[in-house]
């Protein structure tokens, strides 16, 4: 019997395990940041305590459900290599881009920075989610479009 050729490994773009870390991360926190405040203690995360404040808050778990599972895809296609990868970094990291905006104008407008409440650590993790969420997301897309050529050549979707 003859051996048959052994079928190269697509090599992956630059930065592309870094890239796999950053969606394995961002779908971890964004699904710590639900289960603590849907079951844990949402003080711990709340930046202030008001109607409104918890109003805004309760409309993002579809949207952030979206992006986690859009980087748990991205994060799957790199592992497995696939050309899909691109496509879910653009989806995952273009609604987290969306979503920073969305968080960042509220807080700049209804004075969240400043922490209303007295809760300084809750303001601190605010502007931690608010700065991951823009240039993680920003970032993912930037190395997916410079990226585009090499993880087109990679196998399936």
């Not at 697509?10 to 289960?35: H, K, Q």
């Not at 918890?54 to 949207?63: D, V």
């Not at 273009?94 to 969240?112: R, T």
Request: aromatic share 16%; charged share 10%.
């Amino acid at each position: 019997m003859t051996p048959q050729p052994s079928t190269p490994t697509p090599s992956l773009p630059p930065r592309a395990w870094f890239v796999f870390g950053l969606l394995v991360f961002g779908f971890v926190a964004t699904l710590a940041f639900w289960v603590i405040w849907f079951f844990v203690d949402r003080d711990i995360l709340a930046s202030a305590h008001t109607s409104e404040y918890y109003t805004f808050e309760n409309a993002f778990p579809l949207a952030d459900a979206w992006m986690a599972l859009a980087g748990l895809l991205g994060a799957i296609a790199i592992y497995r290599r696939r050309a899909s990868a691109g496509f879910w970094c653009v989806a995952g990291g273009s609604v987290s881009v969306y979503l920073a905006g969305l968080d960042i104008l509220f807080d700049l407008q209804n004075g969240i920075y400043r922490a209303p409440t007295g809760n300084v650590g809750a303001v601190i993790v605010e502007v931690c989610i608010n700065v991951l969420t823009l240039f993680m997301g920003a970032y993912l897309v930037i190395w997916a479009w410079r990226n585009r050529r090499a993880l087109a050549k990679l196998d399936g979707f």
